[in-house]
């Protein structure tokens, strides 16, 4: 079965970091596919973070995380990361993986509580 699953969620402090963790389900060969991560905050639509192409040539973020997160793929584990640093309360999040490709499929999600 295909799935993706995430991990790494937590409570933190602002300023802090996690790292978050997209990991695909045996047979399922990640490093063939573009994998985004999203994120959906209490009362508000889900929003786009960044993504990775297969090969990761190219990286892409939203301005509001951009030179504060860094997506990065480890073919040998079949594991997509996110980085996230100086995390802020707004950061708060369900935060999930998605891959378009072979058929489109999300992660059930992690979330991500930054509050002093």
Do not use: H
């Amino acid at each position: 079965q295909l799935q993706l699953v995430e991990s790494g969620g937590d409570l933190v402090q602002p300023g802090g970091s996690l790292r978050l963790s997209c990991a695909a389900s045996s047979g399922f060969t990640l490093r063939n596919y573009a994998i985004g991560w999203f994120r959906q905050a209490p009362g508000k639509k889900r929003e786009g973070v960044s993504c990775i192409t297969s090969t990761a040539g190219n990286l892409d973020y939203a301005y509001s995380v951009k030179c504060r997160f860094t997506i990065s793929r480890d073919n040998a584990k079949n594991t997509v990361y996110l980085q996230m640093n100086s995390l802020k309360p707004e950061d708060t999040a369900v935060y999930s993986c998605y891959a378009e490709r072979p058929f489109p499929i999300w992660g059930k999600g992690t979330l991500v509580t930054v509050s002093s």
